[in-house]
Nanobody, 123 residues
Framework: QVQLVESGGGLVQTGGSLRLSCAAS????????MGWFRQAPGKEREFVKA????????LNADFVKGRFTISRDNAKNTVYLQMNSLKPEDTAVYYC????????????????WGQGTQVTVSS
């Protein structure tokens, strides 16, 4: 079956960086748009970034403002989220997801989800 497994979360101070990874199995990775979402306590899940099947294009949430970078390695079936200049408001559980759509920014566009990894940014 399809599995998406996130890793790399943790506790970091304001201004710090983290790199999240998401390893995929059970699907033809290169045929899926891959996305990252996050969900803070008491809030709805929100879109962060997505990357096209080839990795040639990305979609971004406005709040990212150049701080986060998404990339993928189709040979390793892995998608990454590099997060820099982290702020306390970035604290959330971060999820990776796979979509068969070429353009996918809504949670409903995604077919498969990981279990999430906690990111906590201290002030």
């Amino acid at each position: 079956q399809v599995q998406l497994v996130e890793s790399g979360g943790g506790l970091v101070q304001t201004g710090g960086s983290l790199r999240l990874s998401c390893a995929a199995s059970g699907l033809t990775f290169s045929t899926y748009t891959m996305g990252w979402f996050r969900q803070a306590p008491g809030k709805e899940r929100e879109f962060v970034k997505a990357i096209s099947r080839s990795g040639g294009s990305t979609l971004n949430a406005d709040f990212v403002k150049g701080r986060f970078t998404i990339s993928r390695d189709n040979a390793k079936n892995t998608v990454y989220l590099q997060m820099n200049s982290l702020k306390p408001e970035d604290t959330a559980v971060y999820y990776c997801a796979a979509s068969h759509y070429a353009h996918a920014t809504g949670a409903h566009d995604y077919d498969y989800w990981g279990q999430g990894t906690q990111v906590t940014v201290s002030s």
